[in-house]
C-alpha cells in the first residue's frame, strides 16, 4: 500500500475541491486561531482547506469583482476592500490591515503574487504585530532585488550566471554592458518575477525596444523599473528546489521540481522530481538552494530557481520568497502538507521534518489550466464559464480551484482557472494519468489551452523527459497541428442533435393535455418513407449540408461529403455530463456531449470539437465599423500606452498601442503601412475582444465596399 493511500481515510474528510496530502497530523496550541488570507481565488482556497483542517477560523478579503467568488463563500468572514483594479483593492495595505484588525485575525496569510513579496507589507505586519506567514522582510528585500540577491549567493558559494548588476541604468550603460557580455542576453527587472518585466534581446537592434518594454511592464507590475543584464543560457533547463526554515536555525530541502516548459516565460506545467537527474546533481542543488536561504536567515517556504545546462550544471537565477503555485507536486512527492508547515513554523514550532526523514516517493505532475488561446500567441481571454466538469479526484488526482461553473474569469486578474495535480509511482505512470484526466476536462465558454495541455503531455519528446525552455518553439508545429473533425464526429454530432431534440419533444408533450398525440411524433414524417431531414452544421468555416434518415429499426443513415453511415444511438446521463453513445459502421464510439446556445461540443478521445448551427451573415458583422486591415484588441484588456495619432504614417509592425491583460503587457502592432484615421479608445479606458482600436485611411482606388 502506498503512503497516499494509507491517507485516503482523512483525506476523504475534506472537500472535493482541494485534495490535501500530509504526512503527519498536528494540533496548533499556538497563537494562530484565525488566518487573514490576503489574496484570491485558488490559492485562497487553497490556504483555507488547510486552515479549516486544522480548526483555524479564516477570514476573506474581495473586490468588487470577486463578491461572488469561491473564496468569498468557502471562508468564515469575507470584507470587500474596493474596486476589480488589484491596485485599488488586493495591493492597498492599509485596507487588508484594518480587516486584520477588525476581524481579529492574529496572522495574514499572502497566497503568492500581490502583497506575497511586498517588503514594506512585511514589515507592515511586523509593526501592527500581525504574523506574516512568510519570511521576514530582510530576506524579501536581500532576494527580491535580483542584483542584490546574486551577490549574496555568489558569497554563499551558489553558482551564478555571469550579468550585469551595476547601479548605472542608463540606456547607454545597460547597452554597453550587454554587448560585453555577448548576445543573446535576458533584460530581467531587479524586482520581477513571473515573467514580468522580462525580455530577450537576440542581437543589438532588439535592445532598446526590448528595454522599454521591459521596463514599462516592470514599472507596472512592481513599481520599480531598475534592470539586470544576464547571459542568455539558450535552450537551459528550470529547476527550482522547494526549501524550508524555522525560526530555530533549522534548514531542509524538500527536493526539486522542473518548471521547463514555458510560455511568455511563465509555467504551464510541471513536475516532481526533475526527470534524468543524477543522484548527485539532485543533492548538489538541494544543498545549494539551502545555503541561498541560510544566506538571508530564511523562514518559511522559499523556492530557490536554477537554471540548468546540458551537462546538470546550474546556476542561480532567483529566489521566490513565497509559495509557488507549483508547490501541490511538492506535497505529492513528499507526502508533506507546505501550507500546514507554514503555519507551523509562523506561530514559532520547529520543522515538522529533519532533512534525512524526508523521502521522494514516486512521480507527480501539475498543469495549469488557462483561459488562453494558445492558437492565437496564448493570448489571454476573459468571460462567463458557461460548462465546467472536471475530472473526478481521489487520492492520486487533486484539483486546485477557485472558481465554479457560471463564475468569470476576470480582464484584472490572472487567467488561470485551475491547478490538475496528479500522482504515481513512476513518471512514466503519472504522466498517462495525467494524460488522462486533461481528456477528461471540460471547460466551455472561453478558450482554454487543455487540448494544448493534452498534445504537449502526448508528444514523444515530453514522455521522454528531454525538456528545456525553448521545447515549445521547438516543436511548433507538433504542437499546433491542423486539426480536423473526424467524420465519425460529425455522425455523433448530427445523431445527438436529433435524439435531444426528440427528447426535449417529449418534454414539451408531457406540458400538455394530451402527450400521446402524434403530432410529437411526427418529425420530418413523410408517408410511406422513412424520416428524412436535412441539417446544416458549421465545422469552423466549413458548412456542411447532412442528411439524416430514420430508419424502420430506429438506426439512422448519415449522408455527406458523398459519403454514406450506418448509425445507431442513444443519450446516457453519467451524473451531470450526457454522453451520445454510437455504432457507426460496427465501430462503438463514445463522446460526451454539451449543447449551448447554436453550438454542440464534442468530448472525445480525439479531443474536444465545436459544430455549430449556422448564424445569418446579419448577425456576425462587425458591431463596431472596423474594416479589414484595421488594429483590432486581441484580448479584453486595459490601454496602457497609445503611440499613434490621426494622421500618423506607420509601417506594418510599427507599435500603436500597448494593452495590459491579466498582468502582461502585449504591443499591438501595425497590420499594415498606411496612415491612422481614427483612434478609438485612450490610456485607461477598458476594451472587449475584438474591438477596433485604430482605424487606417482606407487607400486610394480600394474597391472594397
Known amino acids: 500500500m502506498s503512503l497516499y493511500s494509507s491517507l485516503v481515510g482523512s483525506l476523504n474528510r475534506l472537500p472535493s475541491t482541494v485534495c490535501l496530502l500530509s504526512r503527519r497530523p498536528f494540533t496548533t496550541n499556538g497563537p494562530i486561531q484565525k488566518i487573514l488570507i490576503a489574496n484570491r481565488g485558488e490559492i485562497a482556497c487553497r490556504v483555507i482547506k488547510t486552515a479549516r483542517s486544522l480548526g483555524i477560523k479564516t477570514v476573506s478579503v474581495y473586490s468588487d469583482a470577486d463578491k461572488d467568488s469561491l473564496h468569498v463563500s468557502m471562508a468564515d468572514e469575507a470584507y470587500n476592500i474596493g474596486p476589480a483594479a488589484p491596485s485599488q483593492s488586493y495591493l492597498c495595505q492599509d485596507k487588508i490591515m484594518n480587516v486584520a484588525k477588525h476581524s481579529g485575525a492574529q496572522a495574514i496569510h499572502p497566497g503568492y503574487g500581490f502583497l506575497s513579496e511586498n517588503v514594506e507589507f512585511a514589515e507592515l505586519c511586523s509593526n501592527e504585530g500581525v504574523i506574516f506567514i512568510g519570511p521576514p522582510s530582510t530576506a524579501i528585500r536581500d532576494m527580491g532585488i535580483k542584483s542584490t540577491s546574486k551577490a549574496i549567493m555568489s558569497a554563499a558559494g551558489v553558482p551564478v550566471v555571469h550579468g550585469y548588476h551595476g547601479d548605472d541604468q542608463s540606456d547607454s550603460r545597460l547597452k554597453q554592458e550587454a554587448a560585453a557580455i555577448g548576445y543573446p542576453v535576458m533584460i530581467k527587472a531587479v524586482r520581477g518575477g513571473g515573467g514580468k518585466g522580462m525580455r530577450i534581446a537576440m542581437t543589438d537592434s532588439e535592445f532598446d525596444s526590448q528595454l522599454e518594454s521591459a521596463r514599462r511592464e516592470a514599472m507596472k507590475s512592481f513599481g520599480d523599473q531598475v534592470m539586470l543584464i544576464e547571459k542568455f543560457v539558450e535552450m537551459p533547463r528550470h529547476v527550482e528546489v522547494q526549501v524550508f526554515g524555522d525560526h530555530h536555525g533549522n534548514y531542509v530541502y524538500l527536493f526539486e521540481r522542473d518548471c521547463s516548459v514555458q510560455r511568455r516565460h511563465q509555467k504551464i506545467i510541471e513536475e516532481a522530481p526533475a526527470p534524468g537527474l543524477s543522484e548527485e546533481t539532485r543533492r548538489a542543488i538541494g544543498e545549494a538552494a539551502v545555503r541561498a536561504a541560510q544566506a538571508v536567515n530564511y523562514v518559511g517556504a522559499g523556492t530557490v530557481e536554477f537554471i540548468m545546462d546540458r551537462n546538470e550544471d546550474f546556476f542561480f537565477m532567483e529566489m521566490n520568497t513565497r509559495l509557488q503555485v507549483e508547490h501541490p507536486v511538492t506535497e505529492m512527492v513528499t507526502g508533506t ?34 483561459a488562453e488561446d494558445p492558437n492565437n500567441s496564448f493570448m489571454p481571454g476573459a468571460g462567463p464559464l458557461l460548462h465546467l466538469s472536471p475530472p473526478t479526484t481521489d487520492e492520486n488526482t487533486r484539483i486546485d480551484t477557485g472558481v465554479r461553473q457560471g463564475d468569470e474569469v476576470s480582464v484584472h486578474y490572472d487567467p488561470m482557472i485551475a491547478k490538475l495535480i496528479v500522482w504515481s509511482e513512476d513518471r512514466d505512470s503519472a504522466l498517462r494519468r495525467c494524460r488522462a484526466a486533461l481528456m477528461d476536462y471540460q471547460v466551455l465558454g472561453l478558450n482554454t489551452n487543455i487540448q494544448f495541455l493534452t498534445d504537449l503531455a502526448q508528444h514523444r519528446e515530453f514522455a521522454a523527459g528531454k525538456v528545456h525552455t525553448d521545447f515549445i518553439p521547438q516543436h511548433q508545429s507538433e504542437l499546433f497541428p491542423q486539426r480536423t473533425t473526424s ?6 454530432a448530427v445523431v445527438a442533435l436529433v435524439l435531444q431534440q426528440a427528447e426535449h419533444s417529449q418534454q414539451l ?3 400538455t393535455l394530451d402527450p400521446h398525440s402524434p403530432v410529437w411524433m411526427c418529425h420530418a414524417l413523410r408517408i410511406n418513407q422513412n424520416p428524412t431531414r436535412w441539417i446544416s452544421l458549421m465545422d469552423g468555416d466549413r458548412e456542411l449540408k447532412i442528411q439524416i434518415v430514420t430508419n424502420r ?20 446521463k453519467h451524473g451531470e455530463r450526457t454522453s451520445i453513445v454510437t455504432t457507426i459502421d460496427g465501430v462503438k464510439t463514445q463522446a460526451s456531449v454539451v449543447q449551448l446556445g447554436n453550438s454542440l461540443h464534442l468530448f472525445t478521445a480525439d479531443g474536444q470539437r465545436e459544430l455549430s448551427l449556422p448564424v445569418p451573415k446579419f448577425m456576425t458583422s462587425s458591431a463596431d465599423g472596423g474594416s479589414l486591415g484595421d488594429a483590432v484588441a486581441p484580448m479584453p484588456g486595459v490601454i496602457e500606452k497609445v503611440s499613434v495619432e490621426p494622421g500618423t504614417a506607420v509601417e506594418k509592425g510599427d507599435p500603436l498601442v500597448v494593452m495590459i491583460a491579466m498582468k502582461m503587457e502585449y504591443v499591438i502592432r501595425a497590420p499594415k503601412a498606411g496612415v491612422v484615421e481614427s483612434v478609438y479608445y485612450k490610456t485607461g479606458d477598458t476594451v472587449q475582444k475584438g474591438v477596433t482600436l485604430v482605424h487606417f485611411q482606407e487607400e486610394s482606388g480600394d474597391s472594397s465596399s
Do not use: N
Request: net charge negative; glycine share 6%.
Open 337 to 370: 502538507d507546505l501550507v500546514h508547515w507554514q503555519i507551523k513554523v509562523a506561530a514559532g514550532e520547529k520543522l515538522p521534518m529533519r532533512q534525512e526523514e524526508i523521502k521522494l516517493h514516486g512521480h507527480a505532475f501539475e498543469a495549469r489550466i488557462y
Open 487 to 492: 467524420h465519425a464526429a460529425i455522425c455523433q
Open 553 to 572: 429499426d430506429g438506426s439512422y443513415t448519415v449522408m455527406f461529403d458523398d459519403k454514406s453511415y450506418s448509425v445507431t444511438g442513444q443519450l446516457e
Open 509 to 511: 408533450a408531457a406540458k
